[in-house]
Structure formats: structure tokens, C-alpha cells
């Protein structure tokens, strides 16, 4: 996947010399100079922060499959990232796929949601397990 992004933003610099006016949206512009500075300096750009946030937001919009698309294009999944990929799958009726995204995120946080989603699953016994893996995180 890395190694497909490099042409998309050799492409987008050369097309965004043409961006100015009033009507090009700030985010646009920012990524544009970001990817300028990568290219000066050789350091890679590290877009997984603004990903994150675009993710958390869609998910807060209620919509799962832009936040799903925008989290795989996380180049490096970090303990939030299995937190929101795991709401995700389950948001989307998944939740054997969320329990193992859950499972490697911050426990203080996804005990709470592998409880639920052994609970939805009807695994009394797992729910009860993470939720007392819950209390001792406390």
C-alpha cells in the first residue's frame, strides 16, 4: 500500500501548482505545502493523525464505511485505532472481527465493548470475564 502512494502524491503536487483562489479549501492548501516540505526535506509525511480524526468524526456521523476506508489507510495502527476499528465492526454487526481488533486496543477503554459484544453474541461467560478484567482495571 506504501509503495502506491508515492505516485498519487507526485501527482497531486504537480496538479496542485495550479491551485489558488479564493475557493480552495485550507486542508487542501495545508496538504499541498506538507507534501512540498516531505520532498525538500526526504522525511515522510505521516498523515495517520489527520486519518484518525476523520475516522473519529465519520464514526460520530454514522458513517461506517468512510470511517472503515479512512482507518486501512492508517499506515501505522496505534491502540486508538483498534478502539475505533472495533466500534466500527461492530457498528456494522461484525463482532467476532471487532472482538479481535478490540482485544489489542487500551483495555481501560475496549473492556467495556468486548463486554458488550459478548453480551450481543450470547457468551455470558466471556462478558463476564471481561468485565471483571474491567474492575481490576480500575
Known amino acids: 500500500a506504501k509503495e502506491g502512494r508515492e505516485p498519487v502524491k507526485k501527482k497531486f503536487l504537480n496538479q496542485s501548482e495550479r491551485f489558488s483562489g479564493p475557493y480552495v479549501a485550507a486542508p487542501l492548501l495545508e496538504y499541498r505545502d506538507a507534501l512540498r516540505k516531505e520532498k525538500k526535506t526526504g522525511r515522510v509525511l505521516n498523515l495517520d493523525d489527520a486519518l484518525l480524526q476523520k475516522a473519529k468524526d465519520s464514526l460520530g456521523a454514522g458513517n461506517m464505511d468512510r470511517a472503515v476506508k479512512l482507518l486501512e489507510a492508517v499506515e501505522m495502527p496505534n491502540q486508538e485505532w483498534y478502539y475505533l476499528r472495533g466500534s466500527a465492526a461492530m457498528d456494522q454487526g461484525d463482532y467476532e472481527k471487532a472482538e479481535q481488533y478490540l482485544e ?3 483495555p481501560k477503554v475496549c473492556l467495556p465493548l468486548l463486554e458488550e459484544c459478548s453480551r450481543i453474541q450470547g457468551n ?11 474492575r481490576g482495571e480500575e
Open 104 to 106: 489489542q486496543g487500551e
Open 124 to 134: 455470558f461467560e466471556k462478558a463476564y470475564y471481561y468485565a471483571c478484567r474491567r
